[in-house]
Nanobody, 123 residues
Framework: QVQLVESGGGLVQAGASLRLSCAAS????????MGWFRQAPGKKREFVAA????????YYADSVKGRFTISRDNAKNTVYLQMNSLKPEDTAVYYC????????????????WGQGTQVTVSS
C-alpha cells in the first residue's frame, strides 16, 4: 500500500516557477514508477510527467517538455515536479500517482493517487 500526499501548489503569475512535492508512505516507494497528472476545469485528466523506478528515466507531455522537470529521491520517498515558465494553460489540479509498471502509469492506469494540489497561473 502506498499513500501519496502532494504539496507546493499555489497562485502565481505567468512566467513564475513552482515546485510540487509528493511524499509517499510505505517501504515500496522505490519499486514504483511515479508520475504527475493534471486536470483543468471541464477537461479530462492528462499526463504531465513520469519517472521510472530505479534508473530514473523521465517522460514528459509535449506541452511541458523543456519547462517541467520530474525527479525523485528514493531515500526521502518523495517525487518532485519543478515547473518553470508557467503559463495560464498550466492551471489545473495536479495529482501525483504511482504504479509498479511504468507503461501502465503512462496510460493513466495507476494503483495509487494523491488528493491533488491546485496550481493557478494568472496572466
Amino acid at each position: 500500500q502506498v499513500q501519496l500526499v502532494e504539496s507546493g501548489g499555489g497562485l502565481v503569475q505567468a512566467g513564475a516557477s513552482l515546485r510540487l512535492s509528493c511524499a509517499a508512505s510505505g517501504r515500496t516507494f522505490s519499486n514504483h514508477a511515479m508520475g504527475w497528472f493534471r486536470q483543468a476545469p471541464g477537461k479530462k485528466r492528462e499526463f504531465v510527467a513520469a519517472i521510472s523506478r530505479n534508473i530514473g528515466n523521465t517522460y514528459y507531455a509535449d506541452s511541458v517538455k523543456g519547462r517541467f522537470t520530474i525527479s525523485r529521491d528514493n531515500a526521502k520517498n518523495t517525487v518532485y515536479l519543478q515547473m518553470n515558465s508557467l503559463k495560464p494553460e498550466d492551471t489545473a489540479v495536479y495529482y501525483c500517482a504511482a504504479h509498479g509498471v511504468l507503461q501502465t502509469l503512462l496510460q493513466g492506469e495507476c494503483d495509487y493517487w494523491g488528493q491533488g494540489t491546485q496550481v493557478t497561473v494568472s496572466s
